[in-house]
C-alpha cells in the first residue's frame, strides 16, 4: 500500500510540473495546417498526398491533431509516453535564450523533436511508414511552438495553473490561448484559415528562421501576456487575439516552408 501511494505522489508530480499537451486545441492546429496546405510546392504537394495516402486524405488539417490524439488511444500509449513531452519546451530564465542541454535534455522537447522529425521527413532512405508519422508529428510540433505557453519560462505548468475567469467561467491562461481566443471569432476553422491567408488578419510574410529561434519568440512573446490581474475581457483579448492569429499565419507559412525543403 505504501508503494502504490508512492507511485500516486510522483505521478502527480510529473504531471503538475509537465505543461498541458494540447496547444491551440483543434481548430488552431487545423488552421495551422490549412495555412500550410496554402503554401505547398507542387512537388511537396505531391508527397504529402503520397505519404498521407494511406491515412485516406491527403489534406495536413486531418492529421494535424493526431500527436495529440493519441493520448487517448489504448494502441498508442507507448508512443504517447514517449513523445509527450516533446510537444513543449522549458525555459529556464526570463531572457528566453534557448540552451540546449539545459532546455532540451536528450532532445526531448519540441525544438529537438522538430529538428529530428524534419530530417526524418526528408530522409528518402526512410521507409514511408517512419515519414508519414514525422509527417503528422511535424505537422503538428510547428503549432505547438508557436503557442507562447508552449514556450514558457514560468513555474505554471504553461499557464495551466495561472487561474483566470474568462466569459464568465472559471479557466486557465492557457486554455484561453489554446481555444478560447480564437472561438472569440465565431468562425468555422475553414473560414478562420481562409481570412488569415487572405490577409486580412495577416500582417508580412514572417521569417523563416529555425525550431530552437521559433521557441525563442514564443518565450518572449509569454512574457507579455500574462493579463494585470486575473481577469480576461474585451480589452485583453482586442489586444492579445491579432498576436494569437499572427502566430498561427507566421506558424502556416513557416511549416509550408519546412515541409518544402523536406520534400519539394
Known sequence: MMNLRRCAVFLLACLLLAPDAD??????????AELAQRHLSPAAEAQVER?????HTSRLADVATWADDIQDDPAQQSLWKATRSQHYVNF??????YDPPRDCPDGRCVVGAL??????LGDPGQSDEARREA???VVHFVGDVHQPLHAGYRDDKGGNTYQVQFQGKGSNLHRVWDSGLLHTRALAWQDYARQLDAGGLAGPPPVQGAPYAWA??????SRGIYPDGHAIGAAYVGAELPLA???????GRRLAKLLNLALG
Open 115 to 120: 529538428d529530428h522529425y524534419a530530417a526524418v
Open 216 to 221: 525563442e519568440e514564443s518565450c518572449r512573446i
Open 51 to 55: 505519404l498521407l495516402a494511406p491515412e
Open 135 to 137: 509527417l503528422k508529428f
Open 92 to 97: 529556464r530564465d526570463s531572457q528566453c535564450h
Open 23 to 32: 496547444a491551440w486545441g483543434p481548430d488552431g492546429h487545423r488552421i495551422v
Open 245 to 251: 492569429e499572427r502566430r498561427l499565419r507566421e506558424a
